[in-house]
């Protein structure tokens, strides 16, 4: 597979994403949690991929995000990073790592440009958040906002629900926006908020939205990789917004169950698959197994 993207592209930058913006040409965002799945994020063209703790249940099979370590994501930060060579990079500070204090968030994200290798990182949170926010852009690491439904908080925001259905529910996400954005976020997304409040919210802002759930208006868009490849067993839940792309599951399961019964008819490995040996060294080979 190698360690660069078949196809050369610029590496985006936090211009990249402004000039983008400007011209209101959609920005792309997906989710990566490896190697593999970096690098087909990165050849495929997107502008920036984040390492999203949503890791924490489509890799690693955790309940939820509130589970992942900060040590687990560094990891797959740093197998995303190997992969991703033009687009911009962001690893998501994991829940327990940024709240305490903007000391303690300041310290993480170090530890994700430092170890995990990635350009910015992302954290959950509106106006509170704010204070933690300044402390890391001023450290000069580019932060990636969250508002909306933030999981790390599902607790108590009742669950997954939508944000921002009512007037003063859909005034706190404006706030929030405009405090992140006042705090230093070169972008911020919003998910699940309906379609016609982010466009609304997005008309106030110098900076982009990145849409999950939250409609077209947005600036850009961001789905989870396994997801959107329709790579996950029949029967699971996936949320309304997700639109599946693909069917990798199916497709794995076939090529899976291809090898096991060719392996088990010995049809497999076949001659092509073989490295062959000079005939007078194999019947010399089966001379000597004989004499001894």
């Known amino acids: 597979m190698g360690a660069a993207s078949p196809v050369a592209r610029k590496k985006v930058t936090l211009g990249t994403i402004r000039s983008?913006?400007?011209?209101?040409?959609?920005?792309?965002?997906?989710t990566a949690h490896d190697f593999p799945s970096a690098y087909v994020a990165d050849s495929a063209g997107m502008e920036m991929i984040l390492v999203g703790d949503s890791l924490a249940m489509v890799a690693l099979g955790m309940e939820d995000t509130?589970?992942?370590?900060?040590?687990e994501m560094l990891l797959h930060c740093r197998s995303v990073s190997r992969a991703a060579k033009a687009a911009f990079t962001i690893g998501d500070l994991p829940m327990g790592s940024y709240e305490v204090s903007p000391e303690q968030a300041?310290?993480?994200?170090?530890?994700f440009v430092k170890e995990?290798?990635?350009?910015?990182?992302?954290?959950?949170?509106?106006?509170?958040m704010a204070p933690t926010i300044r402390k890391i852009t001023a450290a000069g690491?580019?932060?990636l906002g969250h508002i909306g439904l933030t999981p790390q908080r599902?607790?108590?925001?009742?669950?997954?629900?939508?944000?921002g259905k009512t007037c003063p529910a859909a005034l706190k996400v404006l706030d929030d926006a405009l405090a992140l954005q006042e705090a230093g976020c070169f972008a911020m997304?919003?998910?699940?908020v309906p379609a016609e409040v982010a466009a609304i919210v997005t008309g106030e802002l110098s900076v982009p939205t990145i849409g999950i759930g939250a409609g077209a208006g947005c600036a850009g868009q961001v789905l989870v990789q396994i997801d959107m490849t329709g790579n996950f067993p029949p029967g699971r839940f996936i949320p309304k917004f997700v639109k599946k792309y693909g069917d990798v599951w199916s497709e794995s399961f076939r090529a899976i169950g291809a090898y096991r019964d060719e392996v088990k008819s010995r049809a497999y490995p076949a001659p092509e698959h073989t490295y062959p040996i000079a005939k007078d060294e194999l019947e010399a080979?089966?001379?000597?197994?004989?004499?001894?």
């Open 20 to 30: 983008l913006f400007k011209k209101k040409e959609p920005i792309t965002v997906m």
């Open 66 to 71: 509130s589970e992942v370590l900060v040590e």
């Open 106 to 111: 300041l310290q993480t994200a170090i530890r």
């Open 116 to 128: 995990g290798r990635v350009q910015s990182v992302k954290l959950e949170g509106g106006r509170e």
């Open 141 to 143: 690491i580019p932060v």
């Open 154 to 163: 599902q607790n108590a925001l009742g669950g997954f629900r939508v944000q």
């Open 189 to 192: 997304v919003l998910e699940a």
């Open 285 to 292: 080979f089966a001379k000597a197994v004989e004499e001894k």
